[in-house]
């Protein structure tokens, strides 16, 4: 299983940007996938996790009512669309694969796969 996060970049504080989270198995549609980010010296935390067919969706406090997960299982591909960002929001996002999870666990060490990430940097 590999996976390729992308849509990260440079936006100033108020705006939005989408990240995409594209996984190569033929068997995603069987997998929860999670966000999660890292700042720089902070620990990993998690951000939100949908499960193999969106019907338990799950986010951190943080961005609840600010970020949106979604995804396309006819491509392959979770979505993180991140609205009213903040200079707080500034980290390395990773999206992760959970393959025993019904609901797509809040737990890095649940995950089995993950992406290299994307960086995302919100100015003031």
């Known amino acids: 299983v590999q996976l390729q996060a992308s849509g990260g970049g440079l936006v100033q504080a108020g705006g939005s940007l989408k990240l995409s989270c594209q996984v190569s198995?033929?068997?995603?549609?069987?997998?929860?996938v999670g966000w999660f980010r890292q700042a720089p010296g902070k620990d990993r935390e998690f951000v939100a996790a949908?499960?193999?067919?969106?019907?338990?969706?799950h986010y951190a406090d943080f961005v609840k009512g600010r970020f949106t997960i979604s995804r396309d299982n006819a491509i392959n591909t979770v979505y993180l669309q991140m609205n009213s960002l903040k200079p707080e929001d500034t980290a390395v996002y990773y999206c992760?694969?959970?393959?025993?999870?019904?609901?797509?666990?809040?737990?890095?060490?649940?995950?089995?796969?993950w992406g290299r990430g994307t960086l995302v940097t919100v100015s003031s």
């Open positions: 992760a694969v959970d393959r025993l999870s019904y609901r797509g666990s809040s737990y890095a060490t649940d995950y089995d796969y």
């Open positions: 198995t033929p068997t995603f549609t069987r997998y929860s």
């Open positions: 949908i499960n193999w067919s969106a019907s338990s969706i």
